[in-house]
Antibody, heavy 122, light 108 residues
Framework: EVQLVESGGGLVQPGRSLRLSCAAS????????MHWVRQAPGKGLEWVSG????????GYADSVKGRFTISRDNAKNSLYLQMNSLRAEDTALYYC???????????????WGQGTLVTVSS | DIQMTQSPSSLSASVGDRVTITCQAS??????LNWYQQKPGKAPKLLIY???NLETGVPSRFSGSGSGTDFTFTISSLQPEDIATYYC??????????FGQGTKLEIK
């Protein structure tokens, strides 16, 4: 059974940093691209960032480019999101999501974690 | 960037009703359109991929159609457990993904 478990969320002041983690199990982690998708309270879904199987291809939404860094450790079956210079508008539930396509970026997200909440406020 | 316009934003229907949600892309996206269901307090779940393909294990009352710029998601006979928010999602110039604004479905 595929499981994605996010952690690392919390309350942080504007301008500070936070690192999210996603522990994956139930599939061959290093065979798939992975993503972060967020959802502001009461709002819709927004793709944040994605990383290919070997970290060779990475993408970011314009809203986080230059502030967030995605990474993965295939030996630990883990995905990360380093979030710097946080803003109030980054407040959201952050989901880790598995890509369906082998190795490179595909067209959809077939498994999602339950999310970790990030609140940016003074 | 391709924009997705999903409508309606909310919908109230009775059990057994046929429910339709639309998603319009700002430019031709072929069949690169997926539909997700998100129940309250839960993560999204994939229902339909490539505009019209039913994900394994998803009930056949769910269906999708369309290509180009106009897409439709249909529940043929609404069930109480279908109460959720539904999102369309497109992809272009991978990795770049856009979701529609969502449609909140309620029982009348």
């Amino acid at each position: 059974e595929v499981q994605l478990v996010e952690s690392g969320g919390g309350l942080v002041q504007p301008g500070r940093s936070l690192r999210l983690s996603c522990a994956a199990s139930g599939f061959t982690f290093d065979d798939y691209a992975m993503h972060w998708v967020r959802q502001a309270p009461g709002k819709g879904l927004e793709w944040v960032s994605g990383i290919s199987w070997n970290s060779g291809s990475i993408g970011y939404a314009d809203s986080v480019k230059g502030r967030f860094t995605i990474s993965r450790d295939n030996a630990k079956n883990s995905l990360y999101l380093q979030m710097n210079s946080l803003r109030a508008e980054d407040t959201a539930l952050y989901y880790c999501a598995k890509d369906r396509r082998l190795l490179w970026f595909g067209e959809l997200f077939d498994y999602w974690g339950q999310g970790t909440l990030v609140t940016v406020s003074s | 960037d391709i924009q997705m316009t999903q409508s309606p934003s909310s919908l109230s229907a009775s059990v057994g009703d046929r429910v339709t949600i639309t998603c319009q892309a700002s430019q031709d996206i072929s069949n690169y359109l997926n539909w997700y269901q998100q129940k309250p307090g839960k993560a999204p779940k994939l229902l339909i991929y490539d505009a019209s393909n039913l994900e394994t294990g998803v009930p056949s009352r769910f269906s999708g159609s369309g290509s180009g710029t106009d897409f439709t998601f249909t529940i043929s006979s609404l069930q109480p457990e279908d109460i959720a928010t539904y999102y369309c999602q497109q992809y272009d110039n991978l990795p770049r993904y856009t979701f529609g604004q969502g449609t909140k479905l309620e029982i009348k």
